[in-house]
């Protein structure tokens, strides 16, 4: 039997994108098939405007971070780095520990501890993976600082959050893809920001795209923050960051630098939305768009909501949202926003009386 391969399968980020990727010549291809993302159209929550999901949750481990772990793991592997070691909210220690077993690597993961720190589903993904998974008396930014500070004292680890540069190039393919699925870039690309290397990266991407000339155009950008994590609407970095997205529950975003440079140039904004605001998108994306998502990725439509109310973007606009996570990274979230479910016998009558009211005869 020859092996299944149909012609054309996708491939993974790294070598999709190898020529456009500064990886060092001969790092091998550490991969889980990711990239390739559904780009969906929005039905209900466009408000006028012409409105697409990325949909960044069907990667392998349910988040962005896969492309710019698995660009960062073959950089790690190439520099014969013996583990692999970051700072996380969740969803970068999930894709590290899943690369770090797919690369054969010990992963060391340092997460805020703490009731709510890091969703469920994230957690258990570091588990399952095998990796060692730390949880830090601290926040998100005082783990990474640590974690920081442990890669500076050890040549043999690959520190693999975003300022590690492989990272922001593997993010950038994000931007590739959005160009080839639309023809074009979109009029504004709308993306929720925490520790700030996802937008730089998506920035980085078009303008890499433009330049080569596989596009005219680069999108405005919309950077939403969870208003109680706030530090790019405020200017100032925030010690106590609070949101219950708790994958952007960040007050210090190592790229702030960065991000604040591409907003600026993309002649875009940053914005803050309040949680309220952030699990009404929540809501809606799942309940009128059949789309589930973590709340940190609401925040991007949230983010979208209130650049249309302030008529930055106008009617008919292209406009993409980048939903960052899974839905199931948070199941605790999902059944606390919900009505819980009934209880019937097993017959049909009981199960015909559990119908509402307008669908009973
Ligand atoms: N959305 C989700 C689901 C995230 O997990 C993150 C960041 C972001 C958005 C923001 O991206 O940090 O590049 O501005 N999560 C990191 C983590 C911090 O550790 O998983 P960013």
Same mark, same amino acid.
């Not at 957690?123 to 500076?152: E, S, T, Y």
């Given at each position: 039997?020859?092996?299944?391969?149909?012609?054309?399968?996708?491939?993974?980020?790294?070598?999709?994108?190898?020529?456009?990727?500064?990886?060092?010549?001969?790092?091998?291809?550490?991969?889980?098939?990711?990239?390739?993302?559904?780009?969906?159209?929005?039905?209900?929550?466009?408000?006028?405007?012409?409105?697409?999901?990325?949909?960044?949750?069907?990667?392998?481990?349910?988040?962005?971070?896969?492309?710019?772990?698995?660009?960062?793991?073959?950089?790690?592997?190439?520099?014969?780095?013996? +583990?692999?070691?970051?700072?996380?909210?969740?969803?970068?220690?999930?894709?590290?520990?899943?690369?770090?077993?797919?690369?054969?690597?010990?992963?060391?993961?340092?997460?805020?501890?703490?009731?709510?720190?890091?969703?469920?589903?994230?957690?258990?993904?570091?588990?399952?993976?095998?990796?060692?998974?730390?949880?830090?008396?601290?926040?998100?930014?005082?783990?990474?600082?640590?974690?920081?500070?442990?890669?500076?004292?050890?040549?043999?680890?690959?520190?693999?959050?975003?300022?590690?540069?492989?990272?922001?190039?593997?993010?950038?393919?994000?931007? +590739? @893809?959005?160009?080839?699925?639309?023809?074009?870039?979109?009029?504004?690309?709308?993306?929720?920001?925490?520790?700030?290397?996802?937008?730089?990266?998506?920035?980085?991407?078009?303008?890499?795209?433009?330049?080569?000339?596989?596009?005219?155009?680069?999108?405005?950008?919309?950077?939403?923050?969870?208003?109680?994590?706030?530090?790019?609407?405020?200017?100032?970095?925030?010690?106590?960051?609070?949101?219950?997205?708790?994958?952007?529950?960040?007050?210090?975003?190592?790229?702030?630098?960065?991000?604040?440079?591409?907003?600026?140039?993309?002649?875009?904004? +940053?914005?803050?939305?309040?949680?309220? @605001?952030?699990?009404?998108?929540?809501? +809606?994306?799942?309940?009128?768009?059949?789309?589930?998502?973590?709340?940190?990725?609401?925040?991007?439509?949230?983010?979208?909501?209130?650049?249309?109310?302030?008529?930055?973007?106008?009617?008919?606009?292209?406009?993409?949202?980048?939903?960052?996570?899974?839905?199931?990274?948070?199941? @605790?979230?999902?059944?606390?926003?919900?009505?819980?479910?009934?209880?019937?016998?097993?017959?049909?009558?009981?199960?015909?009386?559990?119908?509402?009211?307008?669908?009973?005869?």
């Amino acid at each position: 039997m020859p092996l299944l391969r149909p012609e054309g399968a996708w491939r993974g980020v790294v070598e999709e994108y190898r020529a456009y990727l500064s990886l060092p010549a001969g790092a091998p291809a550490i991969s889980l098939r990711e990239g390739n993302t559904p780009l969906v159209p929005a039905l209900r929550a466009g408000r006028g405007a012409d409105l697409y999901f990325k949909i960044e949750g069907q990667n392998p481990t349910g988040s962005f971070k896969d492309r710019g772990m698995a660009v960062a793991v073959s950089g790690a592997l190439a520099e014969d780095a013996r +583990f692999l070691v970051c700072a996380s909210t969740g969803n970068t220690s999930a894709a590290a520990a899943a690369y770090a077993a797919r690369a054969g690597l010990p992963a060391l993961l340092a997460v805020p501890a703490g009731d709510g720190a890091v969703a469920r589903g994230k957690l258990a993904q570091a588990l399952a993976f095998g990796a060692r998974l730390v949880l830090v008396h601290g926040n998100f930014d005082q783990a990474l600082a640590a974690v920081r500070a442990l890669a500076a004292l050890r040549p043999d680890a690959a520190l693999v959050n975003s300022v590690n540069p492989l990272r922001l190039e593997g993010q950038k393919t994000g931007a +590739f @893809e959005l160009i080839e699925q639309l023809g074009q870039a979109p009029d504004w690309l709308c993306i929720p920001v925490g520790n700030a290397g996802n937008i730089s990266a998506y920035w980085r991407g078009f303008c890499e795209y433009r330049q080569a000339g596989r596009c005219r155009g680069v999108p405005r950008l919309i950077g939403a923050q969870a208003a109680g994590a706030a530090p790019l609407v405020s200017g100032t970095f925030v010690d106590n960051p609070q949101t219950l997205a708790s994958a952007i529950r960040i007050g210090r975003p190592a790229s702030a630098h960065l991000a604040q440079a591409a907003v600026a140039e993309a002649d875009g904004r +940053f914005v803050a939305v309040e949680d309220a @605001e952030i699990l009404a998108a929540y809501r +809606f994306l799942a309940r009128q768009e059949g789309i589930f998502c973590e709340p940190a990725s609401a925040a991007a439509l949230a983010g979208f909501w209130a650049a249309r109310a302030a008529g930055w973007i106008g009617d008919g606009q292209r406009v993409v949202c980048v939903l960052t996570g899974n839905g199931l990274k948070d199941p @605790e979230r999902a059944v606390a926003e919900s009505d819980p479910p009934m209880e019937a016998e097993a017959t049909a009558e009981a199960l015909a009386r559990t119908l509402p009211p307008e669908l009973r005869i």
